[in-house]
């Protein structure tokens, strides 16, 4: 089987995991700090908070931006559950905007005519996450406008995107939002194996997620609060405060020394995807499918290369086409094809908080029709010839 996505790990990747084994540190390291500047010197960020994963960066970016009970965090219904729940963890309560039916990301238009109602009904939201999906940049400078009128918070979810450009800069560079949330696991562009990462230009976000990543104790005499009969001054150097709730949300040393060497690969890694999608957008130019499309002032880090069947929707269509055939018979055929996503609203936990199956069209319109080919750094052009060749012949069959 073709897989729709997989890591590449090269020997200097597996020498750099061996070194951090046979090393005195395992967690609480060097390789950490290190792994964070290559995040800062890729993307031009101030600050950068390396975690376990890309749901605890998410869940402490909100927590920084003081989500809480009584606020709303709004996202799109295309995304993974994460770029959702993150509010749900914080007591906030959680809403989706529709997607734009050509980029398939958050609709910028949508999240204007969204905020207009939310304004008269004074339920206005705190935080918005843009997810880019795919590695498709959304229309930042649109969303960032309406941060400015609307007076909310932007979380760039950006799981799928590191590598990838708006407006001429890297994605993470947080010219139009707070925080910018990288992921690395496996599928992703880069890996750490489980992993995730915080990006942000405001040193106060950063030091409170820091703190919040680890128990939310310190060591640093500064972030200290007074104690009555004590002079922390006199303390020992074993001393410590707990001054939040937080979690252990820390990365290891052996997933930072394979982020910091996978890191020296990502302009390989993405040009790589990017010369697979344009010529899958070649060898697919004369089929009955809608391509990728991107906003011109964008560059995507080709996280995922979906196709969206042109389907005859009418049910008493002889030819009528099924996603779920097209699905089945090209992953019989060999082709590790797989689904990005399942709307978030439609899913029961979202269910049983009153949003239904109708709620939002343009998402659920993109769901019944899309499919993701399989695409990553190392697949062959015999691979993706494959995957074409199949392609033509189940579309042809079910035609
Ligand atoms: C993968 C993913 C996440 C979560 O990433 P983890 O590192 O697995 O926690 C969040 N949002 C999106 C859009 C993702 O694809």
Redesign the pocket.
């Given at each position: 089987m073709i897989p729709y996505g997989k890591q590449d790990i090269n020997q200097q990747d597996i020498d750099a995991v061996i070194k951090v084994l046979q090393s005195d540190y395992l967690t609480q390291g060097p390789q950490v700090p290190l792994f964070e500047q290559t995040l800062i010197d890729h993307s031009g960020a101030e600050y950068a908070v390396a975690c376990n994963?890309?749901?605890?960066a998410?869940h402490l970016a909100c927590l920084v931006l003081e989500l809480g009970v009584g606020d709303w965090l709004w996202t799109t219904p295309i995304?993974?559950v994460?770029?959702a729940n993150c509010g749900l963890y914080c007591g906030a309560q959680v809403d989706f905007v529709d997607i734009d039916p050509i980029t398939y990301n958050l609709c910028p238009k949508a999240l204007k005519r969204k905020l207009i109602i939310a304004k008269a009904q004074n339920k206005l939201p705190k935080v918005v996450v843009p997810?880019h999906l795919c590695g498709q940049p959304c229309d930042m400078p649109a969303i960032h406008a309406l941060s400015l009128e609307y007076d909310f918070k932007i979380i760039e979810?950006a799981?799928?995107a590191i590598g990838g450009e708006y407006q001429g800069k890297p994605i993470g560079c947080g010219d139009y939002s707070d925080i910018t949330v990288f992921?690395?696991?496996p599928v992703?562009i880069v890996t750490t194996a489980?992993?995730?990462a915080a990006l942000t230009n405001q040193q106060a976000l950063a030091d409170k997620m820091t703190l919040l990543r680890s128990h939310g104790i310190t060591r640093d005499k500064a972030l200290m609060r007074p104690v009555t009969g004590l002079d922390i001054e006199e303390q020992g150097d074993w001393y410590y405060q707990q001054v939040e709730l937080g979690f252990n949300y820390r990365m290891t040393e052996l997933q930072a020394a394979l982020g910091v060497s996978q890191m020296q690969r990502l302009r390989q890694f993405v040009s790589e995807r990017q010369r697979l999608a344009s010529r899958y957008n070649q060898l697919l130019a004369d089929l009955p499918l809608t391509l990728p499309k991107q906003l011109e002032t964008t560059n995507s880090a080709w996280h995922l290369y979906v196709i969206g069947l042109q389907l005859d929707d009418s049910a008493f269509s002889q030819n009528r086409l099924s996603q779920n055939k097209v699905f089945r018979q090209l992953r019989e055929l060999g082709i590790g094809v797989n689904l990005h996503y399942i709307p978030v609203h439609t899913q029961p936990y979202y269910q049983a908080m009153g949003f239904a199956v109708g709620d939002y069209p343009a998402a659920e319109h993109y769901y019944q029709h899309a499919i993701s080919l399989p695409l990553f750094h190392g697949m062959t052009e015999a691979q993706q010839d494959e995957v074409v060749t199949a392609l033509r012949l189940v579309l042809i069959k079910v035609y």
């Open positions: 994963s890309a749901t605890s998410l995304t993974f994460a770029s997810v979810d799981a799928h992921s690395f696991h992703k489980e992993g995730g």
